[in-house]
């Protein structure tokens, strides 16, 4: 079973016109060498081109891995027509998000498909993804009070890639998290045709992916999508928010894992809610819970 995993590398973009968080570069690289530990998958990683030498060091300490880099201008972006109509560039300087990255996820899955169809499956994951903040201690490599782990987790692994392509089948993998009840998240397009009236859960754009022809139906859907929300709302939106109408018109065609919290039982203190949620909580799923049914 032959597997590519695509990411991508971008760093300093936060106050400038396209948006982005502050000081992750040695976040994204160190979650990067976790995610390493799927050997059985080879890594295709889109970068600007001014930090691919940074990436390369990370390439020689790992000759067990085949990994191949790709610089990547933003400056080029797809739908850059759009975007010079409808973002608001302003709000983009002091944005942690950069959506010209988001939107282009799926089109350099697609690039590696036309690349090279000989692969099996085709997943897209987030860089940092490992990280203490979705990640409680049990599951960090190393970690200890005196010295802790941030970035190594355990569930990054051959067996958590066999177990994804196991669940996601002939169809597209997608995660999706909840905005019912007690939680907090609610990224819906006022005056969208989503298909249904259901809005109890909403996709995030962190991991997907499946086979080849899959994939490409989902950039071609998802480019779709956004040229007509984006013209017909004449804004533009987050990667999440058009990634869920494709979803919701096109429920069959996904392999949807759910989650209600992105927090869990080590961080949920600082953000610990009333009295009144805390039962809601207890029962909550969390993120990172996805990797460990994954592995099971």
């Known amino acids: 079973m032959r597997t590519a995993v695509v990411t991508c590398y971008y760093n300093n973009l936060y106050g400038t016109k396209f948006g982005g968080r502050e000081g992750r570069n040695e976040h994204y690289k160190r979650s990067f060498e976790s995610l390493l530990k799927m050997t059985d998958a080879d890594f295709f990683v889109f970068c600007e081109p001014s930090t691919s030498s940074e990436l390369k060091e990370i390439v020689e300490k790992h000759p067990e891995n085949n990994?191949?880099?790709?610089?990547?201008?933003?400056?080029?972006?797809?739908m850059q027509d759009l975007f010079e109509k409808y973002k608001d560039y302003?709000?983009?300087?002091?944005s942690t998000r950069c959506q010209e990255l988001q939107y282009t996820k799926s089109l350099w899955m697609k690039m590696i498909v036309e690349d090279d169809d000989s692969y099996d499956y085709y997943f897209w994951i987030d860089m940092g993804l490992s990280y203490s903040g979705l990640i409680p201690n049990k599951h960090l490599i190393g970690y200890s009070d005196e010295r802790p782990e941030y970035y190594n987790s355990d569930l990054f692994n051959n067996q958590m890639l066999s177990g994804l392509i196991k669940f996601t089948g002939d169809k597209v993998f997608i995660i999706n998290i909840a905005n019912a009840e007690d939680y907090f998240y609610n990224n819906y397009i006022e005056g969208v045709d989503y298909g249904t009236d259901d809005k109890s859960y909403h996709t995030i754009g962190g991991m997907f992916g499946g086979k080849k022809d899959n994939v490409l139906w989902f950039h071609e859907m998802f480019e779709k999508t956004a040229r007509e929300v984006i013209t017909t709302k004449q804004n533009t939106y987050d990667e999440e928010m058009i990634f869920n109408v494709v979803f919701k018109r096109n429920e069959d065609k996904f392999a949807s894992m759910e989650f209600d919290l992105w927090l869990h039982d080590d961080n949920e203190g600082s953000h610990r809610p009333g009295e009144d949620k805390m039962e809601s909580w207890a029962r909550a799923r969390r993120f990172y819970q996805i990797f460990v049914h994954l592995m099971n």
């Open 67 to 78: 990994i191949k880099l790709i610089e990547y201008d933003l400056n080029n972006f797809y």
């Open 90 to 94: 302003n709000f983009a300087l002091t």
